[in-house]
Nanobody
């Protein structure tokens, strides 16, 4: 059974940091690009960051560039994705989703939810002012 399970979301103050994790299992995700999206109440799901299967190339939304870092660990039997979030702002408050593609690459245009085939249930990040 394919599963993506996120963790690490919590309540944090403005300027704080969090690291989200995503454990992907049930298929060989070492050959899958991965990404993070977020959705705030009343808003559409939006792209946050993505990373190639190799971990060499990444892409970020302008709103998080310079503050968030996406990474992954392919070394274990299950692939784990990470999103390090620094200098958090109240506007970063959202439900954060991990996602994975069926293919290993990304482009600057790989920012839409339909570009990703597998999804987790989300982890809540709340940034208080």
């Amino acid at each position: 059974q394919v599963q993506l399970v996120e963790s690490g979301g919590e309540l944090v103050h403005t300027g704080g940091s969090l690291r989200l994790s995503c454990i992907a299992s049930g298929r060989d995700f070492s050959r899958s690009a991965m990404g993070w999206f977020r959705q705030a109440p009343g808003k559409e799901r939006e792209f946050v960051a993505s990373i190639t299967a190799s971990g060499i190339s990444t892409n970020y939304a302008d709103a998080v560039k310079g503050r968030f870092t996406i990474s992954r660990d392919n070394a274990k039997t299950t692939v784990t994705g990470y999103l390090q979030m620094n200098f958090l702002k109240p506007e970063d408050t959202a439900l954060y989703y991990c996602a994975a593609r069926t293919m290993p690459f990304i482009t600057r245009a790989t920012t839409n939810p339909p570009d990703f085939s597998y999804w987790g249930q989300g982890t809540q990040v709340t940034v208080s002012s």
